[in-house]
């Protein structure tokens, strides 16, 4: 209990001394241990294990090929998926691909012929090109206005920078795309042709090259995934993440085949065809509070205590320095880990990050619920 | 271009303009770093409680990207729990940090327009960082020490690669980076690629084995060390003997 | 000094054996350590231990760039500008800069307060250095309210009849040595006594150095300035033994005749 003296209303405590106030928000029903109310509750009145329910909607631009809108409590992201046509004359150091069913090497990626095992391989192939030729290229801007912090004209602040970086190695990491569905041929596969073609208006490019023969791809499809957080409240990343994963899930290319009268690629107007989007990989981020404010770490003994808050808002993440996101993907029935970045402090160790693989588990089943 | 597993190498205090500097090169990378501080802070940097640490990671062509702002913030947010900020308040510690040569790559397509860092670099970040904090005398809690760790499933088998080249970190399945302090306590922890949580303990295994040897007892038989090389590289070794050289020069006089 | 005593980095434990236990004298912590409570005194930079018994001190002897002021040092400090009732000084480039009082000199009162410009050095000793404060300067003894050599340096005053003089960057580990009370036996510094003495043909100047890596070098000849100088900056380099010294002192001194 407080000084019985000086009474502060919440919203003014948290203000004025905000870590003292999550403190004591933690720390206070677990004392009274009253049966009635909930265990320890953080300031937002979330148990440290429990997330905000992920709503993620598809389709909401219209001029996009895909995209999504996704809100974890109070923070809302947009993200538009264009694709545009990339001729391979436009590419410097173009290394050609051949058709050869599965087991095509795309550019960088040669040799290495032992590599089998399912998805993995397959992620891998391509990976060279995808990252060679640029294919993938995420944009994260943080609104004015959507959080207090961000200010307007200012150049992308280092969290939107960091934010990109995160996003774009992940993308290429897990091979959520694959670059068989962005690679262009010259001849038509199977099932495909036959449509009314024309120019699509600005995504048809000059080709100018001899005819040949061969099957060989003639362009590539780039996609822009550029997201916009609307209304910013912590855990960016998570959010970020899953609007890229629904905005791709979401996103039909229109069918671009090549025009070997015109010398140019042509889309068809009509036809179009879903990405195929590989897995469904979920973010899980937390944030350690410390019981010592600016607590000093690194003497070997952790000193207070501490708690993994889950999916932590703006008011937790100014108040954390350590934070650990991992990246789970469970489509196949087994929990396979795409990524784990931790950092900031030394709390959480080797038997914290295992435990946190279950709790990363637990938050795949309930976006993959969201998701569908 | 296979990488030599030579040993690291560093060189303290090579600028003799800053408060402390080093040179370090290990697994094909080279790095110089300087350090200053603690320093008057900028007003919007300015903390009243504690030193603000400032990272600035330079490739060694053209001007950093996002990908270096992304190895900035992982490299402050770690640097910050070593150094004892609390005893500068409002002020800077400054470390900048210049890429000079990275391992060079035959196979992979490198792109012209920028040379993007992986987190293969990281290791080498945190070391010259930490070199040359140490060669500034800045208070710290601790040291760290650093290493990269790559799977790579070769004709059906598993195996664990230290300080992968650029090549093997294209071909892995998972690329790990992990920092311990000298306590022991995992200060840094990233990783990518697709992986279990089994995979993650034995890359844990081996890279607590590199950057945290404790005495002979090695612990952990059931890693996959690439034999001899593994048990060359003691990074807290390295450490202690780049300083005891270095505490010795400096005190000749006694 | 005995030559046992270990290299450690920071955070690294201390070997029991190694802290004096005095009887009476509370243990005295210097430089490079700290205290965490209860009972952990922990390294905070790389350095050799050294061990005191029978003062129960103990502290991290390495050297560095970066003065951090600390109460008592005595330091050479130039003038920044001067407000209505103190100096603004730099002990070093890029910091917050110190105080000096108008009247923390020798006899000044509000009427005879000294007049300095800006650029001006000054010898003074920290008076007051605080983590959250900038530190206060002074030049004169708050006891005895004499100067004690302290004040401005390179104008003729009641101590110091050299004119002119200049400036010279030392390392702090350098600077520590020069000011050693025997700094030729403990200190292993010899070259201000041999450019005096007959190595350097019996040169006449003066020296103020300051415990924040800087050093003031004053003589009624420029040539003379320049050679002390350059002596003391090449022996802090260099490393030098005093075997080396000698040999350096011998060839400036050829060089500059």
């Known amino acids: ?155 992308p602040t280092a969290l939107a920078q960091t934010l990109s970086t995160r996003v774009y190695s992940l993308l290429h990491s897990t091979g959520l795309v694959g670059v068989e569905d962005l690679r262009v041929w010259s001849k038509p596969g199977s099932g495909e042709g036959g449509d009314t073609e024309m120019e699509g208006a600005g995504e048809a490019q000059e080709v100018q090259e001899g005819v040949e023969e061969e099957d060989r791809v003639v362009a590539y499809w780039v996609l822009y995934i550029d997201l916009l957080f609307v209304s910013f409240d912590g855990n960016p990343f998570d959010a970020a993440w899953a609007a890229v994963v629904a905005a791709l899930r979401n996103t039909s290319l229109p069918v671009a085949r090549w025009d070997p009268e015109r010398e140019m ?108 | 271009m296979t990488v030599t597993t030579t040993a690291p190498q560093a060189a303290l205090g090579v600028l003799p303009r800053s408060d402390g500097s080093a040179k370090y090169s290990h697994a094909g990378y080279t790095l110089t770093a300087s350090v200053n501080g603690p320093i008057e802070a900028q007003r919007r940097d300015e903390h ?201 020069a400096d005190l000749h006089w006694k | 000094m005995a030559t046992g005593h270990p290299v450690v980095l920071p955070g690294e434990t201390i070997d029991p054996s190694l802290i004096p236990s005095h009887p009476k004298n509370p243990l005295r912590l210097g430089p490079g350590l700290r205290h965490i409570p209860p009972t952990d005194i922990v390294p905070t930079v790389a350095g050799q231990l050294i061990t005191n018994p029978i003062k129960n001190s103990m502290w991290i002897e390495y050297n560095s760039n970066r003065y951090i002021p600390s109460p008592n040092d005595l330091i050479l400090a130039q003038i920044l500008r001067s407000t209505t009732d103190f100096y603004l000084c730099t002990l070093s480039p890029h910091t917050a800069p110190a105080t000096l009082p108008h009247l923390a000199f020798e006899g000044a009162t509000k009427k005879t307060r000294p007049i300095l410009q800006p650029g001006q050095l000054v010898y003074a000793r920290v008076a007051l250095a605080n983590k959250h404060m900038d530190a206060e300067l002074e030049c004169v003894s708050s006891t005895t309210g004499k100067a004690d050599g302290l004040g401005p340096l390179g104008t003729p005053t009641a101590t110091s009849t050299a004119g002119g003089g200049c400036a010279f960057d030392i390392s702090l580990g350098f600077a520590r040595r020069l000011l050693m009370a025997r700094s030729r036996e403990e200190g292993g510094v010899g070259v201000l006594e041999m450019l005096a003495g007959e190595e350097g043909g019996g040169l006449a100047f003066e020296t103020a150095v300051g415990r924040n890596g800087r050093v003031w070098v004053g003589s009624d000849s420029a040539r003379t300035v320049v050679l002390v100088g350059r002596a003391l900056q090449e022996t802090d380099r260099g490393g030098l033994g005093l075997e080396g010294q000698r040999r350096l002192v011998k060839k400036l001194v050829r060089e500059m005749r």
């Not at chain 2, 970190?169 to 992990?178: D, F, I, K, W």
């Open chain 1, 1 to 155: 209990m407080t000084a019985p003296t000086i009474k502060l209303p919440a919203p003014l405590f948290a203000r004025l001394s905000p870590h003292p106030f999550l403190l004591r928000n933690l720390t206070a029903t677990a004392a009274a241990a009253d049966p009635a109310r909930p265990p320890a509750a953080r300031t937002n009145g979330r148990g440290t294990n429990e997330t905000r329910p992920l709503h993620a909607k598809a389709s909401s631009l219209s001029h996009a090929h895909g995209s999504s809108l996704v809100r974890l409590g109070d923070t809302t992201v947009l993200c538009g998926v264009r694709a545009e046509l990339l001729p391979v004359e436009r590419i410097p150091l173009f290394r050609p691909v051949d058709r050869v069913g599965d087991g095509e090497r795309g550019g960088g990626d040669g040799g290495d012929g032992g590599d089998g095992a399912g998805e993995g391989g397959r992620a891998l192939l391509g990976r060279g090109e995808l990252r060679d030729y640029d294919l993938l290229v995420p944009n994260i801007e943080l609104a004015t206005g959507s959080a207090p912090q961000f200010l307007p004209g200012v150049p």
């Open chain 1, 265 to 372: 690629v042509v889309c068809s107007r009509t036809e179009k065809r879903q990405l195929n989007v590989r897995g469904l990989p979920v973010a899980c981020t937390a944030a350690v509070f410390e019981e010592k404010e600016l607590g000093e770490v690194g003497t070997g003994v952790v000193e207070g205590r501490h708690w993994l808050l889950l999916d932590p808002d703006r008011l937790e993440e100014t108040l954390c320095r350590e934070a650990i996101t991992m990246v789970v993907d469970c489509s196949d029935g087994e929990t396979r880990i795409k990524s784990i970045e931790k950092q900031g402090g030394t709390t959480i160790g080797r038997e914290l990050i295992r435990g946190f693989a279950v709790i990363a588990e637990k938050r795949w089943k309930e976006v993959q619920g969201a998701m569908k």
């Open chain 2, 48 to 248: 009243a409680y504690e030193a603000h640490v400032e990272v600035i990671v330079r490739p060694a062509a053209g001007v950093g990207g996002t990908r270096e702002r992304h190895l900035e913030s992982l490299l402050q947010s770690s640097l910050a729990q070593l150094i004892l900020v609390k005893n500068f308040p409002r002020s800077l510690i400054q470390i900048v940090l210049q890429v000079e040569d990275s391992p060079e790559n035959d196979y992979v397509n490198t792109k012209l327009v920028q040379a993007s860092l992986n987190l293969a670099i990281m290791p080498a970040l945190v070391q010259t960082a930490i070199l040359a904090l140490l060669s500034a005398g800045v208070p710290m809690r601790a040291t760290a020490t650093a290493t990269a760790v790559a799977v790579v499933h070769q004709d059906g088998a598993k195996k664990t690669v230290v300080d992968p080249s650029p090549r093997e970190v294209e071909t892995a399945r998972s690329v790990h980076v992990l920092a311990f302090t000298s306590h022991n306590g995992l200060l840094l922890a990233e990783s990518e690629g697709d992986f279990t949580v089994g995979e993650w303990d034995d890359v844990y295994e081996t890279a607590k084995g590199i950057c945290c040897r404790a005495g002979p007892a090695k612990e952990g038989t059931a890693m996959v060390l690439d034999d001899e090389e593994a048990s060359a590289t003691d990074m807290r070794q390295f450490l202690r003997s780049t300083m005891e050289s270095k505490v010795a």
